[in-house]
Antibody
């Protein structure tokens, strides 16, 4: 079955760190760029970061640049998001998403169920 | 960054109605525009990419059109399962950005 399964969310204090994981199955993971998209409670969608299939190229939203690091392990079919210096405004459901096959045109054709990150003291 | 503005932010409609949602980009994005549907507590689902290409498995009552800065998602005959929030997203350049969403509610 083609699916993405996120894990690693939870409650963390401001200034703390958390690492999210996304396990992929049912497709050739290394052939696709992957992204993280988040959604604050009751709010809209915000793209956070993306990584190419090889892992050689990474992209970030300005709101997380310098604090978050995206990476992948193609041998384990797993995507990661290391989140440091967390702020209250990072509180959100974090979705892992598979990018489209064409790296010149990105859309998200497969999404995980999401994992909730709460930043609070 | 490219700003995406959706209108209306919400609408009420009845089953069988024709519904249109507009998305406007702050600069030309040619046809680098995608549409998603999200139901409460669920992940978004891709409906349309490249402004007008229907994703596999999506009912043909959904359609998209537009280019440049102005785009429209149309549902030709609203069904009970279509009550949801709809988002547009540009993929012309990073950072990828989404519209604020349009909530389609039952009248």
């Amino acid at each position: 079955e083609v699916q993405l399964l996120e894990s690693g969310g939870g409650l963390v204090q401001p200034g703390g760190s958390l690492r999210l994981s996304c396990a992929a199955s049912g497709f050739t993971f290394s052939s696709y760029a992957m992204s993280w998209v988040r959604q604050a409670p009751g709010k809209g969608l915000e793209w956070v970061s993306a990584i190419s299939g090889s892992g050689g190229s990474t992209y970030y939203a300005d709101s997380v640049k310098g604090r978050f690091t995206i990476s992948r392990d193609n041998s384990k079919n797993t995507l990661y998001l290391q989140m440091n210096s967390l702020r209250a405004e990072d509180t959100a459901v974090y979705y892992c998403a598979k990018n489209s096959p064409n790296e010149d045109y990105w859309y998200f054709d497969l999404w995980g169920r999401g994992t909730l990150v709460t930043v609070s003291s | 960054d490219i700003q995406m503005t959706q209108s209306p932010s919400s609408l009420s409609a009845s089953v069988g109605d024709r519904v249109s949602i507009t998305c406007r980009a702050s600069q030309s994005i040619t046809t680098y525009l995608n549409w998603y549907q999200q139901k409460p507590g669920k992940a978004p689902k891709l409906l349309i990419y490249a402004a007008s290409t229907l994703q596999s498995g999506v009912p043909s009552r959904f359609s998209g059109r537009g280019s440049g800065t102005d785009f429209t998602l149309t549902i030709s005959s609203l069904q009970p399962e279509d009550f949801a929030t709809y988002y547009c997203q540009q993929s012309y350049r990073t950072p990828l950005t989404f519209g604020g969403g349009t909530k389609v509610e039952i009248k």
